[in-house]
């Protein structure tokens, strides 16, 4: 584990924080725990990823308050992996935010079927007339307004829930037609396309981070937060990488199985493979376990924390005494008789790390005197 420098963010203040100071491992997986409420949103969601955006992008943000803050002349871009929905109505689905939708909409133009009859890419769309089921716009779906009550959906009755007209439907692929590819899961598509390898990569993608069982066009409004989110990291990751972004994720790993965390672990790293960095907020200990740099907040909630409780590799927290992170790593450690550090080698750790951030910090200032004398 080596970092090539760091974020450092200096007197941040906002809500409970207590004038913090931390220093984030540029290049490497760096978890922020600590109990609910302690401050970790705040640090990073409310300080640090809005300042980022301002910095690395202009965007006009509010931010909470804080010094200062340096080391970004690495970095290109700065990515917030939220749980937001991937699009707030019925027509936004894994196949559409992904691009994927695009590329198989092109294959259904190019078959014998599509060519005698005159059909381009747009009659495969159901956003557009044409190729839609007029009926219910290419939704397959009807809303029934409810009095006092939440809106009820039911299959178009004129399509049965397909989407297409009939004409759009007599064009198969293999044959399915485009309705049935849409009913397809992640993982049974990703079988299907394995011979075309451009859409073959973003399905396999979707499969990594574990969502093998969600359907093609399954519904954005349907899906959980934690799908979203890692529907979103799937679409970063079959990004060409430039190894200079900072990706930020606020517990990733909320509803999942344990086979899944080890997936979606397993891309995290890959980000970092890749020379990026990852900052993740986590209350998950196979997460926290694997991670090259945690930042602990606490020791409490609310009023309670607001302070850095302590700092450093998973190793090294587990002998902090003050940490309840570092109490169930320590409990996790001993069962399967990892040997993490001896309370002196903690310090020695930690005087190391700063050290090194110190030595860095004066290497970047002087190169940046001599750049200016030039």
Same mark, same amino acid.
């Given at each position: 584990m080596s970092s090539s420098g760091w974020i450092v963010l200096r007197g941040a203040c906002g809500h409970n924080l207590k004038n913090v100071n931390v220093a984030i491992p540029v290049g490497l997986f760096t978890c922020v725990t600590g109990v609910s409420g302690s401050g970790k949103s705040t640090l990073i969601q409310d300080t640090l990823f809005p300042r980022l955006m301002f910095e690395m992008h202009g965007t006009r943000t509010v931010w909470s308050p804080h010094d200062a803050i340096e080391g970004l002349d690495v970095f290109d871009k700065v990515i917030d992996i939220d749980q937001s929905p991937i699009g707030r109505t019925p027509r936004s689905n894994p196949a559409t935010y992904t691009g994927t939708f695009d590329m198989i909409r092109e294959l259904f133009a190019l078959t014998p079927d599509a060519k005698i009859r005159g059909y381009k890419n747009g009659r495969f769309s159901f956003n557009v007339k044409g190729g839609r089921c007029e009926a219910c716009k290419g939704d397959g779906i009807i809303k029934i307004e409810m009095h006092f009550l939440p809106d009820v959906y039911v299959p178009c009755e004129v399509c049965k829930g397909k989407r297409y007209n009939r004409e759009t439907l007599e064009v198969k692929y293999k044959s399915k037609n485009i309705s049935e590819i849409l009913a397809m899961t992640l993982e049974e598509a990703s079988e299907f396309f394995k011979p075309i390898p451009k859409i073959y990569r973003k399905l396999e993608t979707l499969e990594q981070v574990g969502l093998g069982y969600v359907r093609? *066009? +399954? =519904?954005?409004?349907?899906?959980?937060?934690?799908?979203? +989110?890692?529907?979103?990291?799937?679409?970063? #990751?079959?990004?060409?990488?430039?190894?200079?972004?900072?990706?930020? #994720?606020?517990? =990733?790993?909320?509803?999942? %199985?344990?086979?899944?965390?080890?997936? #979606?672990? @397993? $891309? #995290? %790293?890959?980000? $970092?493979?890749?020379?990026?960095?990852? $900052?993740?907020?986590?209350?998950?200990?196979? $997460?926290?376990?694997?991670?090259?740099?945690?930042?602990?907040?606490? =020791?409490? *909630? *609310?009023?309670?924390? *607001?302070?850095?409780?302590?700092?450093?590799?998973?190793?090294?927290? @587990?002998?902090n005494i003050k940490s309840h992170t570092g109490k169930y790593l320590r409990d996790i450690f001993e069962k399967v008789g990892h040997p993490y550090l001896s309370s002196k080698a903690v310090v020695l750790k930690a005087a190391e790390s700063r050290k090194e951030y110190i030595a860095s910090a004066v290497k970047q200032k002087a190169r940046k005197v001599v750049a200016s004398k030039k």
């Amino acid at each position: 584990m080596s970092s090539s420098g760091w974020i450092v963010l200096r007197g941040a203040c906002g809500h409970n924080l207590k004038n913090v100071n931390v220093a984030i491992p540029v290049g490497l997986f760096t978890c922020v725990t600590g109990v609910s409420g302690s401050g970790k949103s705040t640090l990073i969601q409310d300080t640090l990823f809005p300042r980022l955006m301002f910095e690395m992008h202009g965007t006009r943000t509010v931010w909470s308050p804080h010094d200062a803050i340096e080391g970004l002349d690495v970095f290109d871009k700065v990515i917030d992996i939220d749980q937001s929905p991937i699009g707030r109505t019925p027509r936004s689905n894994p196949a559409t935010y992904t691009g994927t939708f695009d590329m198989i909409r092109e294959l259904f133009a190019l078959t014998p079927d599509a060519k005698i009859r005159g059909y381009k890419n747009g009659r495969f769309s159901f956003n557009v007339k044409g190729g839609r089921c007029e009926a219910c716009k290419g939704d397959g779906i009807i809303k029934i307004e409810m009095h006092f009550l939440p809106d009820v959906y039911v299959p178009c009755e004129v399509c049965k829930g397909k989407r297409y007209n009939r004409e759009t439907l007599e064009v198969k692929y293999k044959s399915k037609n485009i309705s049935e590819i849409l009913a397809m899961t992640l993982e049974e598509a990703s079988e299907f396309f394995k011979p075309i390898p451009k859409i073959y990569r973003k399905l396999e993608t979707l499969e990594q981070v574990g969502l093998g069982y969600v359907r093609m *066009g +399954q =519904p954005a409004t349907t899906l959980s937060g934690g799908e979203a +989110q890692r529907i979103k990291l799937a679409a970063e #990751l079959s990004k060409r990488s430039t190894g200079r972004t900072i990706y930020i #994720l606020d517990e =990733p790993t909320t509803g999942l %199985h344990f086979e899944d965390v080890k997936r #979606l672990l @397993a $891309v #995290l %790293h890959k980000l $970092v493979e890749q020379g990026n960095t990852v $900052v993740v907020i986590e209350h998950n200990l196979d $997460v926290i376990k694997t991670a090259d740099w945690l930042i602990d907040m606490g =020791p409490e *909630g *609310g009023n309670g924390g *607001g302070e850095v409780v302590g700092f450093g590799t998973p190793e090294s927290l @587990a002998q902090n005494i003050k940490s309840h992170t570092g109490k169930y790593l320590r409990d996790i450690f001993e069962k399967v008789g990892h040997p993490y550090l001896s309370s002196k080698a903690v310090v020695l750790k930690a005087a190391e790390s700063r050290k090194e951030y110190i030595a860095s910090a004066v290497k970047q200032k002087a190169r940046k005197v001599v750049a200016s004398k030039k």
